[in-house]
């Protein structure tokens, strides 16, 4: 009996220590947690890197803020090694101030751009600010792009790591966990800094930065069951007295109180904790990426025995990770579209510049998303792409979702001062959706020392022929040269060099236009246009309303074809331009009874191209004629002054004052070299050259080839501000050995 107690103890140890053995050599759950921290969450790149050399698999993430955007793309099959090629081709300015290309805005959108230094939400008489610099669209798109192979997994657990991220909600200032869904869009929500991006909505829920109540969701990673967590932490110490020297920093030292105290209870329970040393960069040190990410390797292999024995741990070893591809086009089948309301899927899919089943360029595709926010009539623009076979062809439909933006009154303001019209001081109103979908009224008011307006009103049908009306009052003042607007026998007679000249413009159009692409449109319709120019001079042997040259009533057709994809309007560094305008003068009130119908037809060729990031040239050709009409002078080509929106046909001309080369045709060429000698401060060399006259063009007298009659030379130096461009040319012309200054501050209009 003695020997039998024996044997079931012997066996009853043995067995434990069996069981013992199993439960120690049971291969661990690996988890991976990242914390928030702007741009040094890059450090977590260096950290990852140092993880796959080690062959570790994690087996979950999670992820908050920029430890979101870094850990969904590791979930989805990037290496770490992968994630540091992308991120050092990433332009993070673009990314934090959602810049969208002037190639992407639609005509209108630039307009607004080149136009008006600030422009105000303005609903219910109130001016409302508004909530972010940026929608992160730019985030937005660059996430989708990088996560396209993974976009028909919705439940991210499984994803190729299991992932999930968290988000605040600002409205209950709850943290919320987002493991489902759009994974670009709940990454972008996790990363929605307050003030910076706007707040996302995902399920009914306004998100913002999940920082701000869980910055290191460790507890939640646990939970998913978890026996060992590697943690990587990125957040900020509290700074000291010598660096609370702004508002900013103030306010961040307020917050990491509450994300530093919470460091303390769960740092103890991080099983592998890494910190890189990021005391030296900011949230925005973007620019310090790669020694970002150094610090992040260097922290990740001081802890390199810890990790080498949890790699001993784990017999499986984790997937291969993906091979990355250059999404260089997509084939569009079915487009979805969920929140539309005021404005038509034709005027959606206008704007995306897309047609359901064809192949577009990825460039084109996130192009015209860009385009479509461009126009300011959408708050976010969301999309997923699923892939889908049409007729045997593969390809994604395309998923989107739409918030239409509740702000459809704005206020505009601008400033600005030229040569020509002096100082003005410019407020527009503009009101969408007034009586139709997609439509908008536009109102500018221009008051200083020549008073203006320019009023429009347009109902945009997208893919269709869109229709407008539109009126302008222009009205300048300026001493020119004489023999711009008198006979040659009056301008004998009266001995004068220079006129006070006095021109009013009231110029009143209906018109439809259609649009191909962002780029070129092509606009139709009918003109009446009251033109008055006068002068207070006296002139000899005249009667009393002699000072007045004309003051007809003029009605004509007109056409005009326009392509622009100039990257910037004052200073291109590349792309073509190009601008055709004709009008037909069918009717006139004839207040100098003299009047034929008569054509003009005038265009405008440009090219710009970079020699290098910061050395550019522009050449621009420019030719008009006026078809018959001999007696009508006051339409005549008048060439002068440095001004970027001339009325009627009176064209800039280095070299020489405002309007003082005139004559029924003319043909000129313009080359500008332009330097940027620092960010936004241009020194550019011009030269431009011309023949005018009149009958330029005619078949017995052709001398628009041979050497030019004027030409005028400029050094310029400019800078570009939230007002638009200031700028002083100093010009000079050898055929009269005369030179003028001209200066200009702020956007033209």
């Known amino acids: 009996m003695k020997n039998i107690i024996i044997v079931i103890l012997l066996l009853t140890i043995a067995k434990t220590n069996v069981f013992g053995q199993n439960k120690l050599e049971k291969e661990p759950k690996v988890g991976l947690v990242l914390s928030g921290g702007g741009a040094k969450g890059l450090a977590h790149i260096g950290a990852l890197k140092v993880i796959d050399s080690l062959g570790i698999r994690v087996d979950y993430i999670a992820g908050t803020s920029m430890g979101a955007i870094v850990g969904s793309l590791y979930a989805s099959g990037y290496s770490g090694k992968q994630l540091d090629s992308i991120f050092k081709d990433v332009d993070f300015n673009k990314i934090l101030s959602d810049e969208i290309p002037r190639a992407a805005k639609t005509f209108y959108e630039r307009e607004n751009n080149e136009k008006y230094a600030l422009i105000l939400p303005f609903n219910n008489f109130k001016v409302k600010l508004p909530s972010a610099l940026s929608r992160g669209q730019n985030t937005f798109n660059l996430l989708s792009k990088l996560t396209l192979h993974v976009n028909n997994i919705n439940d991210f657990s499984k994803l190729p790591i299991p992932f999930f991220c968290i988000a605040t909600n600002i409205e209950t200032g709850q943290p919320v966990i987002l493991d489902q869904g759009n994974l670009a869009q709940s990454v972008k929500a996790s990363g929605a800094f307050p003030s910076l991006f706007e707040p996302v909505i995902i399920d009914k829920q306004l998100l913002i930065d999940g920082g701000v109540t869980n910055n290191y969701p460790i507890d939640e990673l646990r939970a998913k069951g978890m026996d060992v967590i590697i943690g990587v932490d990125v957040q900020d110490g509290l700074a000291n007295r010598s660096d609370l020297s702004s508002a900013p920093a103030i306010l961040f030292q307020i917050n990491n109180f509450r994300t530093i105290n919470d460091m303390k209870i769960k740092k103890p329970k991080t099983d592998i904790y890494i910190k890189p040393d990021i005391t030296k960069f900011n949230v925005v040190s973007f620019g310090d990426g790669a020694k970002i990410i150094k ?30 591809k250059t999404q260089d086009s997509l084939q569009i089948n079915q487009v979805f579209f969920k929140g539309l309301d005021n404005y038509t899927i034709s005027y959606v899919l206008g704007k ?77 109103f503009t009101k969408k959706q007034l009586l139709f979908k997609s439509d908008a009224l536009s109102l500018d008011l221009i008051a200083g020392d020549n008073v203006r307006y320019n009023f429009e009103y347009y109902i945009d049908k997208g893919f269709y022929w869109s229709v ?21 026998g009056l301008f004998s007679a009266s001995g004068l060099n220079k006129l006070d000249i006095k021109v009013t413009d009231i110029t009143n159009r209906v018109f439809v236009q259609t649009q191909y692409k962002n780029d070129l449109t092509l606009t139709l319709g009918a003109e009446q246009k009251h033109l008055k120019i006068s002068t207070e001079t006296v002139l000899p042997n005249t009667s009393e309303n002699a000072t007045i040259f004309d003051n007809s009533d003029y009605l004509s057709a007109f056409g005009n074809l326009r392509f622009d994809s100039f990257d910037n309007k004052y200073y291109p560094n590349e792309g073509f331009y190009f601008n055709t305008d004709f009008n037909l003068y069918l009717f006139s009130s ?47 080509f008048a060439l002068g002054g440095y001004a970027n929106n001339f009325i009627n046909n009176y064209k800039p001309f280095f070299g020489y004052d405002f309007l003082s080369i005139a004559g029924d045709s003319y043909i000129k060429g313009t080359i500008n070299l332009d330097y940027e000698i620092i960010k936004k401060h241009h020194i550019s060399l011009a030269a431009n050259f011309a023949n005018v006259e009149d009958d330029l063009f005619s078949s017995e007298d052709i001398e628009w080839f041979s050497l030019p009659d004027y030409s005028g030379y400029a050094l310029g130096y400019g800078v570009e501000t939230f007002l638009g461009p200031i700028e002083a040319k100093y010009t000079f012309s050898p055929e009269t050995k005369e030179s003028y200054w001209f200066f200009n501050l702020g956007f033209w209009f």
């Open 352 to 428: 995306l510049k897309l047609k359901p089943f064809e192949k577009v360029s990825y460039k084109k595709f996130i192009s015209g998303a860009n385009n479509l926010v461009g126009t300011n009539n959408f708050d976010s623009f969301t999309y997923k792409l699923i892939p889908s076979t049409n007729n045997g062809v593969e390809g994604y439909d395309l998923h989107t979702e739409i918030k239409e933006t509740d702000k459809t009154t704005f206020l505009k303001f601008g400033l600005h001062y030229d040569g020509l019209y002096k100082s003005a001081l410019l407020g527009n």
């Open 295 to 324: 610090n992040g390797e260097i922290a990740a292999k001081l802890k390199g025995s810890e990790l080498s024995e949890l790699a001993k741990k784990q017999r499986k070893k984790r997937a291969k990770f993906i091979e990355p």
């Open 590 to 636: 004839d207040y100098n009874t003299n009047f034929s119908q008569f054509s003009i037809i005038s265009g405008t060729l440009g090219y710009a191209y970079s020699f290098t990031p910061k050395f550019s040239a522009s050449i621009i050709n420019e030719a008009g004629a006026k078809i018959n009409g001999k007696d009508i002078l006051y339409l005549d």
């Open 468 to 488: 407008g009306v539109s009126s302008r009052y222009n009205e300048f003042d300026k001493d020119i040269a004489a023999s711009s607007f008198l006979s040659p």
